[in-house]
């Protein structure tokens, strides 16, 4: 390749150095073809002009080319050694955790045999304690024979049972003190094995509350979110002819079309307030809501039956009235749910709520959503508390480890009344006692924050 433009240029010289020659061979007198063969000769210089440009020109892309082949080639370099450090510090991550466990399940055998020994320890002290008083009585009974015996003086052989006894109190007492100095020493050692373990679960509490907050909404596909067909119906009776709004969407077809807390009055029940929230042109009776944590939604059956919370912050409406409202017609139940990356998603089911006498048992059935499902359809669900299970096949002792008033079937399944936890939570962290979303075959979602809503598929049932 580099010895064609050196060609080209030694072509270049010798033309003209042949036209010259035979120009001076033939003289002025040239014939028409001597002509014709010159301009060819310069129409070969020309090409060969041409084609020299050429040259230089491909050489200088060659060039470049491959001054770009090199900068690709440094950057795959760099990337595949960052990707190499990548992996090893994951290896060493993953290591460090495993190690960590091992560490952490040893400790717990150790302190559960030091708890063991301890417990032993205190049996043994606590005997020679009774040996001790027991002791002390006697030599308080030979105090009193001392005392006797500085009036009356003793024979040779009390005075060895005296010598005796006395040894033998000395030993007793140097033996107990030996013992609790063993007992201090291993309650040190408890405390030390005390605060490596919560250390240690400390450690590992983050590591899966990072894991949590890497399970984002991002990662699920994201539908479209349609406008509930509930939107869509005809707006006539949807009040009641004395005027009292049945639910919030009653409401809104009054004029009342701006979100806030505001008193209805459903057919069959008693007034009172509920926080209406407009969306998609309409209005939804919000009948939970959880914003950031500040609410404790471990309560009691009554608090769950008659409602409890703010209802401009974080409450629980009351299944009591949940129920007053569901039964004026069909209902559509819509859950909001936002990681802490700030990623919303909903789903949304039709529903049926029954009364007190059945727990009020609820059944779903699973419309629309961008998020897989979490809950069970097409089951009946009984209402339960940790001091009122409402489901004999879950247990008893299912609301109890699983702190929140839900519809259970499962104790691992989601409950979006659970503990709030934040990813600074401290403390042995365990997920099926959280705010989590948790599909049957998924993933667990750590939730920031929570909304469900009711709202009537059908408007003419109001009247």
């Not at 892309?61 to 990707?83: A, C, E, P």
């Not at 240690?200 to 699920?220: R, V």
Request: proline share 4%; aromatic share 10%.
């Amino acid at each position: 390749m580099k010895n064609i433009p050196v060609l080209l240029f030694l072509a270049s010289l010798a033309l003209p150095a042949a036209a010259d020659k035979d120009f001076f061979s033939v003289g002025s007198a040239a014939s028409p073809e001597t002509k014709s063969r010159f301009a060819m000769l310069d129409d070969v210089r020309i090409l060969a002009n041409g084609l020299l440009q050429l040259g230089h020109g491909l050489k200088d892309f060659v060039h470049k080319t491959k001054g770009q082949m090199n900068d690709i080639f440094q950057k795959l370099y760099i990337f595949d050694r960052s990707f190499y450090e990548l992996s090893l510090q994951t290896s060493e991550i993953k290591e460090e955790e495993e190690q960590l466990r091992q560490t952490t399940a040893r400790l717990q055998i150790n302190n559960e045999e030091i708890k063991n020994l301890s417990q032993e320890m205190n049996l043994k002290i606590e005997d020679l304690i009774q040996n001790k008083i027991q002791l002390q009585e006697q030599v308080w009974g030979l105090e009193d024979k001392v005392t006797k015996l500085a009036i009356f003086q003793p024979s040779v052989q009390e005075t060895k049972e005296i010598s005796s006894l006395k040894a033998f109190v000395e030993q007793q007492d140097n033996d107990i003190k030996q013992l609790l100095r063993i007992v201090e020493d291993q309650h040190v050692q408890l405390d030390k094995q005390h605060n490596q373990i919560m250390e240690l679960q400390d450690k590992l509490n983050h590591i899966e509350l990072q894991e949590l907050l890497e399970n984002s909404f991002l990662e699920e596909q994201q539908e479209a979110e349609p406008i509930p067909s509930a939107v869509h119906r005809p707006t006539v009776g949807t009040y009641r002819a004395d005027g009292a709004a049945a639910d919030c969407t009653a409401l809104y077809h009054t004029g009342v079309q701006a979100s806030g807390v505001y008193t209805i009055q459903p057919n069959g029940s008693e007034a009172f307030s509920v926080y209406c929230e407009m969306k998609f042109g309409t209005s939804w009776t919000v009948i939970q809501k959880r914003v950031d944590g500040s609410l404790d939604f471990n309560q009691t059956w009554d608090a769950y039956t008659n409602g409890f919370g703010d209802l401009n912050e974080e409450f629980w409406l009351g299944l009591k009235k949940i129920y007053s409202i569901t039964q004026q017609g069909n209902y559509l139940l819509r859950i909001e749910l936002q990681d802490w990356r700030g990623n919303r998603r909903h789903i949304e089911y039709s529903f049926s709520l029954g009364g007190p006498s059945t727990n009020f048992t609820l059944q779903l059935s699973r419309m629309s959503g961008s998020i897989p499902n979490a809950l069970p359809e097409h089951a009946e669900l009984r209402f339960s508390t940790a001091d009122r299970a409402g489901d004999a096949a879950s247990g008893p002792s299912c609301p109890q480890s699983h702190p929140g008033g839900w519809w259970h079937s499962e104790c691992e399944e989601t409950n979006l009344n659970g503990k709030y936890v934040t990813p600074r939570s401290r403390g042995r962290l365990t997920r099926g006692k959280g705010l989590y979303w948790k599909p049957k075959k998924g993933r667990y979602y750590l939730l920031k924050s929570t909304k469900i809503m009711i709202h009537p598929t059908d408007l003419k049932s109001f009247d």
